[in-house]
Every structure is written in C-alpha cells, then in structure tokens.
C-alpha cells in the first residue's frame, strides 16, 4: 500500500541543507542581530530599574542610595516621595510601551506587506535608539525629569520598535521554507534571548558610572545596526537572482511534502507546490492580504489568544526579573542582571529542541502543550527557590526552556506556517500581517500584565505574581486545546495508517 504524501517522513533538514547558500546565511545572521539589538535596548530599561528608582526618589528613603546628595541636586530629580511609587510608575511605563508596541504591530505587519521590508527595519532601528538615547542619557545630562515626558518616549519607542519582528519573520519566511522550519526558526528565534543576554551584559559593565552610560550604548549599538541593515540586508531571493522558495520544487519529489504549510489541510493533493510570501510571479503580482481576512484564517485567533496569555509570562521575567532578585533576595544590582541571563539560556535550547521536535512530528501544538504542563511545575519549584544563586539560576534555567520555548515557537515557526497556509495562495503577501496580528494580541497580553504584576507585588507579595503566572500559563493550554486534540489525532491517524502500509 502506498503511503499518502503527507505521511512520507524525510528529513527536515535535506532541502534546506540542499538550498542553502551563503546568501541565507547572511540574512539569519542580519534578521537575527537585528532583532536582538532592538531588546538589547528594552532590556537595558528592566536592568537599571533599581538604579532609576534611586534616582528619582529621596536618597534618605531609599536604601540602594550609596549617598547622601545636596538638596539642591536631589530636588532637581524628585519624581516620587517613595520608592514604592516609583516602581509602579515603572510598571507603568512598561505596560505603556507594550500597549503603543502592541498597537503598533498590528499596523506595521500590514505596512511591511506593502513596502520594503528593509527600510522600514532600519527606520525602526536607527529611530528607536534615538528615543532610547533621549530617554535615558539625554534626561539624565540635562537633568531634566517629567513624567509626562518619559511617557511620551515610550510611547513613540513602542511604536518605533514594533517595525522589528513583523519584518524580520517575513524576511525569513522569504529565504527559509517549511523544509526544517521548526529547527531554523527555533534556532533563530533565540535572537531575543541573545538580546536580553547582550543587553545584560552592556548595561552591568557600565552600570557603575550611572545608568544613563548603559541607555548611550546599547543605543549607539543598535544605531549602527540599522544602518548595516540599510545597506546589507536582502529582503528576498530574487533580489540576487535565486529562485524563490518553491520555483524548482518540480524536480525534486521530496521537497513536496518538506514545503508544505504545516497549517494547510489535510487533504491537499500531493502534487501541490509551496509558495513564496513575496511572490515573484511578476505577471500577476498578488495583493498582499487585509487585515480582517488574516484574522480569519484558521489558527490565527487562537494562537494569537493563546500567546497573550505566554508573552504575559514570558515578559513579565523579561521586565522584572533582575528587580525581583535584587528586591527578594537583596542581591546587588549588577549581579542579579548577570544571573537573570539564565532564564534566556533556557529560553534558547527549549525553543531549538522543541522546533527540532516539531519537525520531526510536523505538529507544533502536542509539542507546546507537553512544554506548557512541566513549565507550570517550573514556575511553582522556581517561587520556592532557596536563597542561594547556583540553584536559582538552575530553576531559572530550566523555567526559561519550558516557558520561553514555546514562546519563541508561537512567535516565530507557528506565525510562519499561519501565514503561509493554502488559504492565502492568491494572495500570498500575508506573513507579515499575521505575525503582527499574533505578537500585537501577545504584546496586549504582556501590556496588561506588566500592570498587573507590579499592583499583585505590592498588595500580596511575589508568590502571588507566580500564582498569577501559573494561571496564565493553563491558560495558555487551554486556548490552544482544540488545536491539540486536533493534532494528536491526526498523529494518531497517521501512524494507524503507516501500520497497514508495512
């Protein structure tokens, strides 16, 4: 009995390998560095909490103050007549940043389907870190503090940085096809958690001369990113000649079932061919997709729901990590920045073995649900860590790989197959959309979260924000449990009938 097209399992990694050419390697390092520059700057903020906190409230009220300043200076920065009211205004500008980046992903998804990708990248990049440079060095140098101010910068830098993921997902949905997609995507998406890291790394070296040196360099960093970007970064194979993803699958018959959209249906004929999201028929060329019609598709609504609950949790040790050790265990402030770097570690083995595992199954949602189940087992152990750094930074580890791979696999490998489904071949200039429409919804998620994070920690204490993480993350599960149940009967289905091929 021969075995359906959609049963033959070949390697995930042969027609990616067999493709490959110096050209893709460029464009996942460029893709990949420059998204990890833009959280390098938003890390840099949740790393200097402590330190701004100090800043702008009375040096006597505040313990991490190493001195006692003249009237005069101190008044000049006075924000807050507490501590506790300064960290809540920077919960605050948290969730300000993510709802403006929130709104802004929905509208640069569909900008970036419209024009050039590497320019609205590299206007994302070079604009955002002057923002970050006015907001953090610039405030600082001129001693001037309003409120008002920093809440208008944040505002634009949300919206500024919303440019990066829609655009870097869809420059890699032109070069990489379905061929190992789970592997390569999850690799790839390690860029944020590169981020994170790096920006840990820049703001702890120059945290000891103020924390307006550590918002100067990471934003000079990403400057000179988004100019490389401006200049280097190919958007697509046919800008070198190459054909685009799909254009020579004829010849080889392993690559029709490698290319095919994970989220298609299931009874596709074997002969249909994958297609490139920037597609080159230059006869025809097609529309790229609205907005509502990208909601429509199927998967799209509930993953973007489901990662609203994800991203909550996952930004949420993003933001307040390095705060919690510091302010929970009374660790110095660069040292929790440096141990906080193991829950990224995590992060990016969890999301290339869990993409690697999807691809060998080509299911994505059995896979995240397994991850979802052991990471609430890791939240509970990780809020009952001992005051002792070598096991924090195990359990944050391993946190870190059941929380943020799915996370990454949601953002990155899942957006992709959404948006590269049969239902868009007419009008294939849809990735771009549906991964903002995705990340947008997550990012709404994490704005409301970061809120509320900040109101739990100060009315009932941290092991009620782990409480309310553990809540997010059964949700999580349960959003995405018709999408389970589906899948796991396919897998079912799909081995009784490989049985009676043998």
């Given at each position: 009995m021969a075995v359906p097209g959609s049963l033959r399992r070949q390697p995930a990694n042969r027609g990616l390998v067999s493709h490959c050419t110096h050209h893709h390697i460029v464009v996942f390092l460029l893709t990949f560095f420059s998204y990890s520059l833009l959280h390098a700057s938003r890390k840099t903020f949740s790393n200097v909490k402590v330190s701004i906190s100090s800043q702008w409230t009375p040096s006597p009220l505040n313990s991490t103050a190493s001195e006692l300043r003249p009237y005069e200076l101190w008044n000049s920065s006075h924000l807050f007549p507490n501590a506790e009211e300064a960290t809540l205004f920077l919960g605050t500008l948290d969730t300000i940043f993510l709802f403006s980046y929130a709104v802004g992903l929905f509208v640069s998804g569909i900008v970036g389907d419209r024009l050039?990708?590497?320019?609205?990248?590299?206007?994302g990049m070079c604009s955002s870190a002057l923002v970050v440079f006015s907001f953090g060095t610039l405030t600082e140098w001129l001693h001037f503090y309003n409120k008002w101010f920093y809440?208008?910068?944040?505002?634009?830098?949300?919206?500024?940085?919303?440019t990066g993921w829609p655009c870097v997902v869809a420059v890699m949905g032109n070069w990489f096809g379905k061929a190992g997609r789970g592997f390569v995507f999850g690799l790839w998406s390690a860029c944020a958690s590169v981020g994170n890291i790096l920006g840990?790394?820049?703001?702890?070296?120059?945290?000891?001369?103020?924390?307006?040196?550590?918002?100067?360099v990471t934003a000079s960093v990403q400057f000179a990113g988004g100019v490389i970007v401006f200049f280097g970064l190919l958007t697509s194979p046919k800008e070198v000649g190459l054909p685009e993803l799909g254009a020579d699958e004829d010849e080889v018959s392993v690559e029709e079932d490698a290319n095919r959209p994970l989220m298609g249906s299931d009874d596709v004929d074997d002969d249909d061919r994958n297609y490139s999201i920037q597609a080159t028929d230059t006869d025809n060329q097609p529309k790229a997709i609205g907005f509502f019609q990208a909601c429509c598709l199927p998967g799209v609504v509930l993953y973007s729901l489901a990662y609203a609950c994800l991203k909550l949790v996952n930004y949420s040790f993003f933001f307040w990590l390095p705060f919690y050790l510091s302010n929970n265990f009374g660790w110095k402030e660069a040292e929790a920045d440096q141990l906080s770097i193991w829950y990224d570690v995590g992060g990016i083995i969890g999301g290339t073995v869990q993409g690697l595992i999807s691809d060998v199954l080509q299911k994505r949602a059995p896979v995240l649900a397994v991850s979802l189940l052991f990471a609430v087992g890791?939240?509970?152990g990780y809020s009952r860590s001992p005051n002792s750094k070598p096991i924090n930074a195990v359990i944050m580890a391993i946190t870190g790989f059941f929380i943020g791979g799915p996370?990454?696999?949601?953002?990155?490998?899942?957006?992709?197959?959404?948006?590269?489904?049969?239902?868009?071949?007419?009008s294939s200039e849809a990735?771009?959309?549906?991964?903002?429409?995705?990340d947008g919804t997550g990012s709404i998620g994490a704005a409301v979260g970061q809120y509320l994070v900040s109101l739990i920690q100060e009315n009932l204490g941290w092991m009620w924000v782990f409480y309310f993480f553990i809540l997010m993350t059964s949700s999580t599960i349960l959003f995405i449990s018709p999408l389970i149940v589906r899948e796991v009967r396919l897998l079912l289905h799909e081995r009784r009938l490989r049985m009676l091929a043998e």
């Open positions: 050039n990708l590497r320019w609205v990248l590299s206007f809440c208008c910068l944040w505002v634009v830098n949300g919206l500024l940085q919303s840990a790394f820049l703001a702890s070296c120059v945290l000891k001369y103020g924390y307006e040196y550590a918002f100067l890791s939240l509970f996370s990454n696999m949601i953002s990155s490998a899942i957006s992709a197959d959404l948006g590269r489904q049969d239902l868009v071949r007419g990735l771009a959309t549906v991964t903002g429409i995705v």
